[in-house]
């Protein structure tokens, strides 16, 4: 009896290590489990956030009061992520400024009549027929942040013409001459800059200008060779937009100042001395309206427009005969000049 009470104690006490160390493995493997995240590397950041346990089946576990039981977990911080620099932001590119042309020359004709007038005193008039040409340089269109810049212009002319007189001779009495032969040149370097709003082109300019124009009424025993020269000061705008697909129109308008003039009289050919008739002051101004078309070879355009010349009275010179002076005069010229643009 005895003995058999000593083995069921044995067994008993088998029993109860046997359970104790399996409790002990199953809290050794559920505290290595609660601290898998926990720090590993010392060269590694890591946070500290306290989680609700879950058993075995994703249930979240609660204690006896039935309070949530929280153990904490440790994620690493992530790397600092270095963001790739970005290009600075560009201001929109205008689609007009696209078709804009850094370096451009145009050549074309040109007819206008003309009428040059001294009151009271007598009229020219006739029809003239030119050329007019030009270049165009705008440093600015190859740089896509700028919308507006420097732009230069050269621009050159010549047209002749046959005039009708009509008026007197230095004694009063009433002539009238026709078919007198005249020329023009003209020649311009202008300075401006260009700003660019959406789909507008607007420029302003300034520069030097310089006009010649030829009246030979030798052929006449009473008529003899005059030679006008202005120089002067243009101050202009101009305005230039898209119309629709492949078409754009402009206007312009410009303001002369005389900065030089002299009028040379060949009184030589009359017998007398040649004269010159220095002129001091006088204004002119131009405006214009041009359509322009765009095909895939080239520019062409059509282009009206108005020029007007006011010159007051030169100082008086000696002939060797008598003295005299230009009288105050005004030029017109109305007309039409076609461009080809390449």
């Known amino acids: ?21 399996t409790l002990i493995f199953v809290v ?28 075995a089946s994703g249930e979240l576990m609660t204690d006896k009061s039935g309070k949530f039981i929280f153990v904490p977990v440790y994620e690493p911080v992530p790397d600092e992520i270095k963001l790739p620099e970005l290009p600075p932001i560009q201001p929109p590119i205008s689609t007009f400024r696209t078709k804009l042309q850094k370096e451009s020359a145009y050549i074309g004709p040109e007819i206008y009549s003309f009428k040059y007038k001294e009151p009271g005193v007598m009229e ?27 732009v230069f212009k050269a621009e050159g002319r010549f047209a002749f013409g046959r005039v009708d007189y009509d008026g007197a001779l230095s004694d009063g009495t009433p002539a009238k001459l026709n078919g007198i032969n005249d020329f023009v040149f003209e020649g311009r370097l ?71 003039g002299m009028q040379r ?26 359509f322009e078309h765009k095909s895939k070879k080239a520019v062409f355009a059509i282009e009206p427009f108005y020029r007007y010349w006011d010159i007051d009275d030169s100082e008086i010179e000696y002939d060797g005969y008598e003295y005299g002076l230009e009288p105050d005069n005004s030029t017109k010229e109305i007309g039409v000049q076609l461009f080809w643009i390449f």
């Not at 060269?43 to 609700?52: N, T």
């Not at 008039?125 to 810049?149: A, E, K, P």
């Not at 709003?197 to 310089?210: A, E, P, R």
């Not at 040649?274 to 214009?288: E, H, I, K, L, T």
């Open 1 to 21: 009896m005895i003995n058999r009470e000593a083995q069921e104690g044995s067994f008993n006490s088998i029993w109860l290590a046997v359970v104790t160390l």
């Open 190 to 260: 202008l300075l401006g800059a260009d700003m660019l709003f959406s789909d507008i082109l607007g420029t302003l300019y300034s520069g030097v200008g310089y006009r010649y124009l030829n009246d030979d009424t030798s052929f006449d025993p009473y008529g003899y060779e005059r030679e006008s020269n202005y120089l002067y000061i243009p101050l202009g705008g101009e305005i230039y937009a898209n119309l629709k697909a492949d078409w754009y129109w402009g206007a312009g308008i410009e303001l002369d100042y005389l900065a030089w």
């Open 28 to 55: 050794s493997v559920v505290s290595k489990a609660d601290e898998s995240n926990a720090p590993l590397r010392k060269d590694q950041k890591y946070i500290k956030k306290d989680v609700v346990k879950k058993d």
């Open 124 to 150: 020219d008039q006739g029809i003239f027929y030119g050329m007019h040409f030009g270049c165009t340089s705008r440093d600015w269109v190859s740089t896509s942040s700028l919308n507006g810049g420097s």
């Open 265 to 290: 009289s060949h009184r030589s050919d009359i017998g007398r001395d040649d004269v010159d008739n220095r002129q001091n002051s006088g204004y002119g101004y131009r405006a214009s309206v041009r």
